[in-house]
């Protein structure tokens, strides 16, 4: 059983900056990448960032330049983001897939961390 834990979550001015953390924990063999999405109010869910085992990265087109996304450790990810703008506010989720050490990977999500800005 996985669990992952958001937190950082909460209100921003417009302009401002983040950092969202995610701790997994539970039993199983090893992640092999973590990531964040987002789901904003009336849209789909959609690809923040993800960040692979060996550090590998990968960013949503739209927000280049504004996130950053790293590792503390194998379990643990950050998700920055600067210049934080109305259309930011969303549930972040974070997402990790994880290694069954057998033949299958899953993906396991967290609950969501609330993301508002507004002044």
Known sequence: QVRLVESGG???QPGGSLR?????SGN???INYMGWYRRAPGKERELVAQITKDGATNYADSLKGRVTI??????M???????LEPEDTAVYYCQANINTG????????GQGTQVT???
């Open 102 to 109: 057998s033949y299958y990977s899953y993906d396991s999500w």
């Open 70 to 75: 790293s590792r503390a450790n194998a379990k």
């Open 117 to 119: 800005v507004s002044s």
């Open 20 to 24: 969202l953390s995610c701790a997994a």
């Open 77 to 83: 990810v950050y998700l920055e983001i600067d210049s």
């Open 28 to 30: 199983f063999f090893s």
């Open 10 to 12: 909460g209100l921003v």
